[in-house]
């Protein structure tokens, strides 16, 4: 686009040169109306991809400090059982509801971030890492939040698991949420199961849990951006609907797969993405 617009001022140029006693001076105000206009649409796309960066590091953000924020809500419910004098209980209550606050605003944040790509634009910093490590502390910073709800998580590591070619805190995010989902939407006393294995020339991982399930009416729009079907929102109505989107486009823009099993509503379900071996 800036080739065509140098040369066609270097065209401008000569017929002004040329031109400016003859009969074709005429030319020249259409040649810089063209000009202008792709300089126009130069700018336009510039400005359009800076909106979609920052559209992207909202979302990003917002998810990103929404963990912590769940998980700081899980440690309180936990903690709350075990104070019994009447200040302590004050202070807990007094967190709970600046959490749910603070919570309220992260949810306002996604609600902004209504672009039609999260991270076209937002750039991706690429490495070779394990994803063991990764898996692992997801299981950890959220062991407390499964304790809460009597939930028994289980991971299991195959052997052999190279490295892959990854940007880690974008897949990290994508791990933390879908373990996040399965402890949201798995009821008391329930189990998940986390899995990291190779099959062929992929790395899967997947989190397979007895909660809720989906519906077969919903599972076609399950990875759709702002989607949540009606048992999700009946357990939690808090949530912006924008996780699994999100875990998609990440997924994607690393090569790889991203999908689920459920075998209907009240049956459970499984996630997972597939990651290739480079």
Request: charged share 25%.
């Amino acid at each position: 686009m800036l080739s065509t617009v140098v040369a066609l001022i270097g065209i401008a140029a000569n017929f002004v040169f040329l031109n400016v006693h003859g009969t074709m001076i005429f030319v020249i105000p259409v040649i810089l109306g063209v000009i202008l206009f792709m300089i126009g649409i130069l700018v336009a796309r510039k400005l359009r991809n800076i909106e979609k960066v920052k559209d992207e590091f909202v979302t990003i953000a917002a998810h990103r400090f929404r963990t912590p924020l769940t998980r700081l809500q899980w440690v309180l419910s936990d903690l709350s059982t075990h104070v019994s004098d009447e200040e302590g209980m004050r202070s807990i209550t007094l967190l709970k509801e600046t959490l749910v606050d603070l919570t309220g605003v992260v949810n306002r944040l996604l609600d902004v971030a209504e672009s039609d790509q999260f991270s076209s634009y937002y750039d991706y910093i690429f490495e070779h890492a394990r994803l063991e490590p990764l898996v692992r502390q997801a299981v950890l910073d959220y062991g407390v939040g499964a304790a809460n709800k009597r939930i028994v998580v289980s991971l299991s590591v195959g052997e052999d698991i190279p490295k892959v070619f990854i940007d880690q805190e974008r897949i990290k995010t994508a791990i933390f949420m879908l373990l996040e989902n399965a402890i949201v939407y798995t009821r008391e006393n329930g189990a998940i199961e986390v899995e990291l294995r190779r099959k062929g020339k992929n790395i899967i991982f997947s989190v397979h849990d007895n909660g809720i399930g989906i519906a077969k009416e919903a599972a076609p729009y399950i990875f759709s951006k702002f989607f949540r079907a009606r048992e999700a929102i009946s357990m939690d109505t808090d949530r912006a609907g924008l996780g699994l989107s999100l875990v998609k486009d990440i997924v994607e823009k690393h090569n790889g797969k991203v999908g689920f099993e459920s075998a209907g509503r009240g049956q459970g379900s499984t996630f997972w993405f597939s990651l290739p071996i480079t």
